[in-house]
């Protein structure tokens, strides 16, 4: 359920009581079919989740681009390299009011402001003065009611922005320790209308119940941004573990454009779904786990590789140990 408005001081909602484990999760984007990398972090997703104890849930965040059949197909691939989870799937699509609530609640604490600024204005702005490298320099945060009307008269579409009350938040990750990171004025809902990224997956999480996110530690420096909004709308925030990546051989982040790396494209090349996944057990150092419940069995998040896994996706895949 939605929590209580935050405060006009933003201040954290105090912590809530413990009521056992709440539930993981995998939450890709249809835009195509799931790479070798994604297959890795949903399957590390499902360790972690099952290992404690937890349910484990889907969803489909389709706010952005989506190419169509690609959900389905990212379902069967999970499925194929046999993954299971808790219905039912979610859909970011189908969730529009929840959104717009949260929404509210920051706008009437007084932490929201329209923003009528391009994507070039920002690249060309300045960096606030004793912001964090890259954040955005408030250009609309002071505007007067005046100002706001004038660039809605000139058509400016605006979106919605937090009103940041720090420039810096610290989350714990079960990996990787404390991590300090910075926090701006992002956008909650851009221009268009439709919810931001940030603003969906903080209250996709709490209202699901899921309280121990896993996915790839690119997404670590956005992380100090959604615990920090989650405080503000009184929500739990969910333990945090970022996995490495798995990279081409000139160690760039792998993608389509680098060859057969979806579990199609190894189907074609004659290697099975089971080869797939002992591949990716083997590269999480469990060479001779078979299936996804070998690999629980044995499953020590301490014993992780703390490296990327690079991998040459024009090569064969499954070590000697895969069936």
Known sequence: MPAEPATAKAEPAPAKAETGPGSGRFAPSPSGDLHLGNLRTGLLAWLF?????????????????????????????????????????????QRLPLYETALERLTTAGLTYECFCTRKEIQQAVTAPHGPMGAYPGTCRNLTEAQRRQRRAEGRPAALRLR????????????????????????LRRGDGTPAYNLAVVVDDAEQGIDQVVRGDDLLPSTPRQAYLATLLGLRVPEYAHVPLVLNPAGQRLAKRDGAVT????????????????????SLGYSDAKTPSDLLKRFRPDTLPREPWRLDPNGLLQPSACP
């Open 49 to 93: 989740a099952r290992s404690t104890g937890r349910g484990f849930l889907l969803r489909v965040e389709d706010l952005d681009r989506v190419k169509k059949g690609a959900a389905q197909r990212q379902l069967e691939d999970l499925a194929a390299i046999g993954l299971d989870w808790d219905p039912p799937v979610v859909w970011q699509s």
């Open 164 to 187: 940041a009350e720090v420039t810096e938040f610290t989350v714990t990750d079960l990996l990787l320790g404390e991590y300090r990171g910075a926090v701006d004025d992002l956008v």
């Open 263 to 282: 579990l199609r494209d190894r189907i074609e090349l004659g290697e099975t779904p089971a080869q797939v996944l002992c591949a990716l057990a083997a």
